[in-house]
Structure formats: structure tokens, C-alpha cells
């Protein structure tokens, strides 16, 4: 099991120097570049726009429902819904689900270009295969995600300015000061980089499981599973070592 | 001319190549045939560097593959054409944009005359009007001739063909190989072909390396394979009774 786990650490380092060697045709990659942000970022959209908006209803309702002493001011739950999606849930629950979406779909792509031979078709013609398809899905998805990110934000915390007053459970006025009190705009900057980090950690972890899968069409299933399983623990991982570090 | 020498691979320490030697000839359709589990594909993806070989030289025109560095590699690479089995086109791109892909990624044409070599090259290979359609939605034999459009598109020096006929019905199979062949014999490049149908053997087998377990077992062309009296040749050859009577036809004609 050690062994294991140092075996593949050393492959994912290794791949990931291929992946960051010069490219062939910057112009080619540019055009790949796009062509990633919007399958795997601008795609995105709609997925984290329905998700955040759920999101902050409900942990509006969850906050209300636990403020039961009378003497804490309403304006508390604005504030706790703001200030749980800036830190934690639009960077770190966001970057679970993504690894879901994204990573599962990057696995998959270069795990079934892996089985039917095109990216020995790349080799053979010269292209480095690791950089022309790792790179410009890492880059596009370390840019959109904290364009994701901001969304989320902003999606949560109208969720939650719709929820809260429909339900009673908070005035649009009190829940409005909420999130305008007390804000530290460094949550901001410090999920941004959290979210750099976990871009990277989606991006790269899901195409090293794809580029080395072995196999056929039943290991590209499983290298998607284990792909998901890896990049969400080690999204974990580095929450926690970002927040020791950075908070 | 592709020469190798004394070529050994392993893996998980069981010998698959030992000690193969053979030169490929520039203008014939040079042919790798054996049972499948031989080493066939081993043999041409160590030729080509898929796989790293544990032994022995692979010489492109007198130059060293083997001890090459990657960066003289990729060069040579670019001189290398190759139809892998499926076909192995960029699900992503259309017919055009994958024939384009070489021309893209590597010259400096301008697109007028990228574009000029696309349309050739896949008039070359009879492909008219698929240009725009994605390679799901045309025929096995539409997929190898694309690819090997692709694979011609960089004039290269070198053509490799992973079972080019598999999959295929045997009057597409006829047309695949005479289309190689045309394509070795026209643009005089040095084609190696893996295959285990005999029909290919017959129809453009210029120079042939008969390999079993791994070992060199013997090496000719079309006209003498027939006759050979090696004995697991034999076997290999006329496990399809036709050839069998072909041969007595031929020997009682003599």
C-alpha cells in the first residue's frame, strides 16, 4: 500500500513535468485553451448557479432555525449565510462537486483517447500528448474557478434572500444588513486562493488517473471513480492546510 | 530503410521479442505477420518507440532511434506516419480537422495551402464527401482510409499500419491494401504493416518477417512463402485450406 501510494505520487509528478514542458504550437494550445473554458467552465455555469442558490436557502433556514435566543439580532443570519458560502461552501463543497463534474469528465475523455490508441496517435506524430491535452484543461479550469467561485457567492446569497423572507424566518431588511455587516474582504481573497489551489488539484488529479489508465472501456469507469474519490480528499487536505496557513 | 538489429523486450519478465533482426526495404510494403499473441504488435510499437526495447539497435536510414534523446525523437517522429488499429482519429475534430491536425501542429504552410494538402490527401485516399463529418458518423473502412490520409499528410518517409484490415469486410480490405501499396510504391516511403491476414500476404507482401513466440521464424516474399518448408509457417499459412490448394494447383501447373 506505501509503495503504491508513493509509486503513483512519483508518476503524477512525473507526468505533470511533461505537462509543463514547452509547448509545440502556442497558437494551437491557445485555441484548446478556449475551447476548455467553455466545455469545462462556462458549462459550469448553470450546475453552480442552481446548487448555490439551493445552498444559501437552505442554510438560511438552517441558521434561523438554530438562533433561538431572542437576544441575538436578526441580522445574524444574513451575515452567517455570507460569511459560510465566502469561506467554505462555494470554495471547498463547490470544489467537491466540480471534482464530480469536471473530473469525472476529464478522466473520462483522456482515459478513452488512452484506450483507443489516439494518444499513442500523438506520440507518434510528435506531439507531446501530456501537455496538449493536460494543459490547457489545467489553465482553463485554475481561471474558471474562481469565476465560479464568485458566482456561487453571489447565487448563494440570493438564495437565501429569497428563502429566508418567504418562509419568515427573516425579514429582507434584517437578512440585507446581515450581509453587509462586518465584512472582511481577505475571506474573499483567501478563498480565492483556495480555489486557484483546488482548480489545479480537479484538473491535474482527473487527467493523471485518465492519461494512465490501463484497459478498456470498464477501466475508464473505474478511473473516473478513482479520480473523484483522490481529488476530493485531497481538496480536503489542502482546505486545511491553506486555512491553518492562510486564516 | 528501417533496419533492426538483434531487437529483445520483456515484459514482467517474460520474454515477448529475442534477438529479432530484419531490414525493411524503402518502396515495399514490408510485412510483420505471425498468430496473434506472436509479438507482432510489440515488434512495430517498439519500431515506432511506443515501447522502450531492453536490447538490440532500431536504425531509421543508418540513424540510431534507440539511442536518440527525445528531442531528435520528436524530429524524427515527424518524418513517421501511422494507422493504429481502431483508426485512433481525434473524436473532437471532423475528417478535415484530423488530416489538418499534423499540418497544424508542426508547418508553417498558410491555411490556403493546408487546406490544399487536406483535399489531396484525402482524394488520395478516394474520401470526398465526409470532410465535415465527425468520425462516428462514418464507416469502418472510411475511418482507416481517413487515417491514413493522416498519416500521408506530412509526406512521410516512414508508414506504419497496425492491422489495417481488421474489422473490415474482405472487398474493403482489398481496397485498404492496394491503397498502401500505391501510396509506398508512388511515394517511394518505407511501409511496415502488422497483420495476420493472409489475403494482405498475398496481395502486396513484398518483403515478409514471419515471427512466432517472439522468435524470427523465417523471412521472404509472396511468391516464396507458399513453398517454404518451414514448418511453423506451414502451419500458420494453411490453417485456411484455399492456400493449400493453391499451392498444389501451382506445383501441379509446374
Same mark, same amino acid.
Given at each position: 500500500m506505501q509503495m503504491n501510494i508513493f509509486n503513483v505520487t512519483g508518476r503524477y509528478f512525473a507526468l505533470m513535468l511533461r505537462v509543463f514542458s514547452r509547448p509545440e504550437r502556442h497558437s494551437v494550445y491557445l485555441r484548446q485553451i478556449f475551447n476548455e473554458i467553455e466545455n469545462l467552465g462556462l458549462k459550469s455555469v448553470g450546475i453552480v448557479a442552481v446548487i448555490s442558490l439551493f445552498m444559501g436557502g437552505i442554510?438560511?433556514?438552517?441558521?434561523?432555525?438554530?438562533?433561538?435566543?431572542? *437576544?441575538? $439580532?436578526?441580522?445574524?443570519?444574513?451575515?452567517?449565510n455570507r460569511d459560510s458560502l465566502i469561506l467554505e461552501f462555494s470554495s471547498t463543497i463547490m470544489g467537491l462537486i466540480m471534482a464530480g463534474?469536471?473530473?469525472?469528465?476529464?478522466?473520462?475523455?483522456?482515459?478513452?483517447?488512452? =484506450?483507443?490508441?489516439?494518444?499513442?496517435? *500523438?506520440e507518434i506524430m510528435g506531439v507531446n500528448s501530456a501537455s496538449y491535452l493536460i494543459l490547457p484543461k489545467i489553465i482553463a479550469v485554475v481561471l474558471m474557478f474562481?469565476?465560479?467561485?464568485?458566482?456561487?457567492?453571489?447565487?448563494?446569497?440570493?438564495?437565501?434572500?429569497?428563502?429566508? $423572507?418567504?418562509v419568515g424566518a427573516v425579514t429582507l431588511s434584517d437578512y440585507v444588513s446581515g450581509i453587509q455587516y462586518a465584512f472582511t474582504p481577505y475571506y474573499v481573497t483567501f478563498s480565492l486562493m483556495k480555489c486557484l489551489v483546488f482548480g489545479f488539484l480537479i484538473a491535474s488529479i482527473a487527467s493523471f488517473f485518465g492519461y494512465t489508465v490501463e484497459g478498456g472501456a470498464f477501466d475508464v469507469g473505474a478511473a473516473s471513480t478513482r479520480a473523484v474519490v483522490n481529488t476530493n480528499i485531497m481538496i480536503l487536505v489542502w482546505d486545511l492546510i491553506l486555512t491553518q496557513l492562510l486564516l | 530503410m528501417i533496419e533492426i538489429k538483434n531487437v529483445f523486450k520483456s515484459f514482467e519478465n517474460k520474454d515477448v521479442l529475442r534477438n529479432i533482426s530484419k531490414v525493411f526495404n524503402q518502396g515495399e510494403t514490408n510485412l510483420i505477420i505471425g498468430r496473434s499473441g506472436s509479438g507482432?504488435? @510489440?515488434?512495430?510499437?517498439?519500431?515506432?518507440? *511506443?515501447?522502450?526495447?531492453?536490447?538490440?539497435? +532500431?536504425l531509421y536510414d543508418n540513424r540510431d532511434f534507440t539511442s536518440m534523446n527525445t528531442k531528435y525523437r520528436k524530429e524524427l517522429r515527424q518524418e513517421m506516419g501511422m494507422v493504429f488499429q481502431g483508426g485512433a482519429l481525434f473524436d473532437s475534430l471532423t475528417v478535415e480537422e484530423n488530416v489538418r491536425f499534423p499540418l497544424d501542429m508542426f508547418s508553417n504552410l498558410s491555411p490556403m495551402e493546408k487546406q490544399k494538402q487536406v483535399d489531396?490527401?484525402?482524394?488520395? @485516399?478516394?474520401?470526398?464527401?465526409?470532410?465535415?463529418?465527425?468520425?462516428?458518423?462514418?464507416?469502418?473502412?472510411?475511418?482507416?482510409? @481517413?487515417?491514413?490520409?493522416?498519416a500521408i499528410v506530412m509526406n512521410p518517409k516512414y508508414l506504419f499500419c497496425d492491422e489495417p484490415n481488421s474489422g473490415l469486410d474482405p472487398e474493403t480490405s482489398l =481496397?485498404?491494401?492496394? *491503397? +498502401?501499396?500505391?501510396?509506398? @510504391?508512388?511515394?517511394? +516511403?518505407?511501409? +511496415?504493416?502488422?497483420?495476420?491476414?493472409?489475403?494482405?500476404v498475398m496481395e502486396i507482401g513484398d518483403n515478409i518477417l514471419f515471427i512466432s513466440e517472439g522468435e524470427k521464424c523465417w523471412e521472404g516474399n509472396r511468391n516464396e512463402i507458399l513453398y517454404s518448408d518451414n514448418q511453423k509457417l506451414q502451419e500458420f499459412v494453411f490453417a485456411n485450406k484455399q492456400y493449400q490448394k493453391i499451392r498444389d494447383d501451382k506445383l501441379n501447373d509446374q
Open positions: 442554510m438560511t433556514l438552517q441558521v434561523a432555525y438554530n438562533m433561538t435566543n431572542p *437576544l441575538l $439580532p436578526r441580522t445574524l443570519i444574513g451575515l452567517g463534474k469536471i473530473g469525472s469528465n476529464i478522466t473520462s475523455e483522456i482515459g478513452s483517447m488512452k =484506450v483507443t490508441e489516439q494518444i499513442d496517435s *500523438l474562481p469565476l465560479l467561485y464568485i458566482l456561487s457567492v453571489f447565487f448563494g446569497i440570493i438564495g437565501g434572500m429569497i428563502v429566508g $423572507p418567504a | 507482432k504488435t @510489440v515488434l512495430l510499437k517498439s519500431i515506432v518507440g *511506443l515501447f522502450e526495447v531492453e536490447g538490440g539497435q +532500431i489531396y490527401c484525402l482524394e488520395r @485516399v478516394n474520401i470526398t464527401d465526409a470532410n465535415k463529418l465527425s468520425p462516428s458518423e462514418i464507416s469502418g473502412g472510411m475511418k482507416k482510409r @481517413v487515417a491514413i490520409a493522416r =481496397v485498404i491494401d492496394a *491503397l +498502401i501499396h500505391s501510396i509506398t @510504391v508512388d511515394l517511394q +516511403i518505407t511501409t +511496415i504493416i502488422n497483420t495476420h491476414d493472409m489475403n494482405s
